[in-house]
């Protein structure tokens, strides 16, 4: 089975949706599960991860109604408060939904550049390893040195890094991004996206090659069973539509082999997640 780790649904608001800026326009409208499913199965992919885009807990319920109401969403990456002295209390109700399968922090906003190893976030952390929950970490290269120290703290707790922490494709730029990635995939609970590629790099010029130089470092580092791909629709379509985007990865992973292939291109979500498939 395919899976699409990482998209997003949204009702777009000028006011929630403010990073969407004038050179994102194409972005300043709703989309939704309707939207996607025709250009996910076009693509070959059989579901999909709905991941959070803003900070609410209202978006999180959201996220779940549409996974009740669309099966081919397989599971939701939501937001909670990690530093709210009611967090507990809130994973206990929001995991009653077996869909909601992991949290996410728009961390690559925070302006403070050690905002993983703040006390009050470590504490959230610690929880959702109580809960069966996995945390998806959305930085900034710059912020992969504290990144590693982050997953050091918690050997337990799955992590999977978003977009491959955004490197400077744009630039084609390696050093020292290729180096931490290195050191963070030496971290076994740490897996990877294949996701938000085609947004570092140049969007109206960008080519499947310019992507290679970093495909191949998440591949030397955390090899077939630690990588899963992820569209980040709809995003990615400020520099290629759906097809064009996942076809960029699915191209690259020709040369593992069926096998491998199909890890990345589903296998791993599934185990990552513990995603529960849809009865046929």
Not at 23 to 49: I, T, W, Y
Not at 182 to 188: G, N
Not at 242 to 271: D, F, H, P, Q, W
Request: proline share 6%; hydrophobic share 45%.
């Amino acid at each position: 089975m395919r899976i699409d780790a990482h998209q997003h649904f949204w009702i777009y608001n000028a006011d929630e949706y403010g990073w969407i800026d004038e050179s994102m326009a194409v972005l300043r409208r709703d989309f939704l599960p309707k939207d996607l499913k025709p250009q996910l199965e076009a693509a070959g992919f059989n579901g999909c991860v709905a991941v959070q885009a803003r900070q609410s807990l209202e978006e999180t319920r959201w996220l779940l109604e549409l996974a009740a109401e669309w099966p081919f969403i397989l599971g939701v990456v939501g937001w909670v408060d990690l530093r709210s002295a009611e967090l507990r209390a809130e994973l206990r109700e929001l995991t009653k939904n077996p869909k909601l399968v992991g949290v996410r922090h728009i961390v690559q906003g925070e302006p403070d550049d050690n905002f993983l190893l703040r006390p009050e976030f470590l504490s959230g952390i610690s929880q959702l390893e109580e809960f069966d929950l996995a945390y998806d970490v959305l930085i900034y290269t710059k912020h992969l040195p504290i990144a590693i120290e982050f997953g050091r703290r918690f050997p337990r707790q799955r992590f999977v890094l978003d977009h491959l922490a955004k490197p400077p494709i744009k630039d084609g730029a390696l050093h020292p991004w290729a180096e931490q990635i290195r050191e963070l995939a030496a971290l076994p609970n740490v897996f990877c996206k294949l996701s938000g590629l085609v947004t570092e790099a140049d969007w109206t010029n960008w080519r499947p090659d310019h992507l290679t130089p970093y495909l191949d470092v998440a591949w030397e580092c955390f090899g077939p069973d630690r990588l899963m791909i992820g569209s980040d629709w709809p995003v990615c379509t400020v520099a290629s539509p759906y097809s064009g985007t996942v076809g960029a990865v699915i191209k690259y992973l020709e040369m593992a082999g069926a096998s491998l292939k199909e890890k990345v291109l589903g296998g791993n979500a599934r185990k990552f997640y513990k995603l529960r498939l849809p009865e046929s």
